[in-house]
């Protein structure tokens, strides 16, 4: 038996928290039946909306970082990415100023990949992913407030065998990894 999905009709709203990094916020919503009985309460998370950047030398060598992850409690192997600025014109932007805050490279092109929804139960924003080709360090990071990052130079071809050893486990990350591997292989590129 096949029926449409339909969307919910938020009925309340209450912003609960307001954080640095995200604010939160209680929903009553509606069942698409319109039932008064069937609503129920959800909570959303609306950080900011997030960029990320694959950074390749020209030697075939990716840029990655580490840095300790409160979260988790572990130090990760990542990519530079972070949060999409108010003053940022772009997310392309935001990519291109997060990658040279958080090593000091910069590169003349930044290529879109795709765009994903990093948990869309529980979170309002998205997360852009770049490719910069001709990555090239033109100064030594100076990092701000409570940054600590390390710079790891990693062959490409490795990278698959961080990933499987579980050496790289965020998933972010992952994600732009395999809209770099659609990419490469022309399949396209992920709609907006």
């Known amino acids: ?42 909570y959303v998370l609306h950080p900011s909306h997030w960029c990320n950047v694959i950074p390749i030398t020209d030697d075939g ?10 979260g988790i409690e572990k130090i990760t192997l990542e990519i530079p990415g972070g949060a999409v600025d108010p003053e940022d014109p772009s997310s392309q932007h935001a990519a291109a100023r997060e990658l040279f805050e958080e090593t000091g490279y910069v590169a003349d092109e930044l290529t879109f990949i795709g765009r994903n929804h990093p948990n869309p139960a529980l979170q309002s924003n998205f997360c852009d992913t770049f490719i910069a080709r001709g990555a090239q360090q033109i100064c030594e990071p100076t990092f701000y407030g409570a940054e600590d990052i390390k710079i790891r130079l990693v062959e490409m071809d490795e990278v698959p065998h961080l990933i499987a050893s579980g050496a790289i486990t965020h998933a972010l990350v992952l994600v732009a990894f395999y809209f770099k591997q659609i990419h ?9």
């Open 184 to 192: 490469d292989l022309k399949i396209g590129t992920p709609k907006v």
């Open 61 to 70: 060598r990716v840029v990655f970082i580490e840095q300790y992850r409160h």
């Open 1 to 42: 038996m096949s029926r449409e999905i339909l969307p919910w009709r938020k009925i309340e709203s209450h912003k609960i928290a307001d954080c640095k990094v995200f604010s939160l916020e209680r929903n009553r919503a509606l069942m698409p039946t319109g039932e008064a009985n069937r609503a129920f309460d959800f």
